[in-house]
């Protein structure tokens, strides 16, 4: 790889730390940014007159949407817990036993740990082994300094973010 592949790489780094923040749904780390004041835009358009879009555009020029997701309705059960000691006397006999079975076949792995942390005992009918995992290549880490990054461009900071996006160094 080049040097200024590399130089291109720190540079878009740069770019997408600086602007996921504000990019982010969750509002970053101020807590509210552009994306969530848009998103509060629309959600109070949608509540009022049902927009469900809007148009994105850039010096007079549509260049995408800021669209609601919205969700079908539905009808759902929902469940509670009222007696745990008559739930498990129903899963020792009859019918119960026969739910517990299909349980415990799909999830026997969390039945054998929660054991273990209890108890610190392996339940019967199933073992219990310790393998080794080999090293492995995980992937890769890429920490670059946004503010440092602006410093070293200084006024070649617009031209570089826009060669970022053109796909050039500058």
């Given amino acids: 790889m080049s040097r200024e592949a590399l130089t291109r790489l720190a540079i878009a780094q740069a770019v997408y730390k600086a602007m996921g923040d504000q990019l982010a749904t969750n509002g970053g780390e101020a807590g509210n940014n552009i994306r969530t ?5 629309l959600r109070a358009s ?9 148009a994105l555009e850039v010096n007079g020029e549509k260049v995408g949407t800021l669209s609601a997701r919205i969700s079908k309705p539905t009808n759902e ?14 899963l020792r006999g009859g019918d119960g036993y026969a739910v517990l079975t299909e349980v415990a076949k799909k999830q026997w792995k969390a039945i054998a740990k929660a054991s273990v942390d209890m ?8 073992d219990a082994s310790e393998y080794s995992v080999p090293a492995r290549w995980d992937g890769t880490t ?16 617009p031209a570089a973010v826009a060669g970022v996006i053109a796909g050039e160094v500058e």
């Fill in 37 to 41: 004041e848009a998103d509060d835009m």
């Fill in 46 to 54: 949608f509540d009022t007159l049902g927009t469900d879009r809007i």
């Fill in 77 to 90: 059960i929902g469940y509670s817990l009222t007696n745990l000691n008559e739930l498990v006397e129903w």
């Fill in 119 to 126: 108890d610190g005992e392996v339940p019967p009918g199933i």
């Fill in 142 to 157: 890429l920490r670059v300094d946004v503010a440092k990054v602006r410093d070293a461009l200084g006024t070649g900071l």
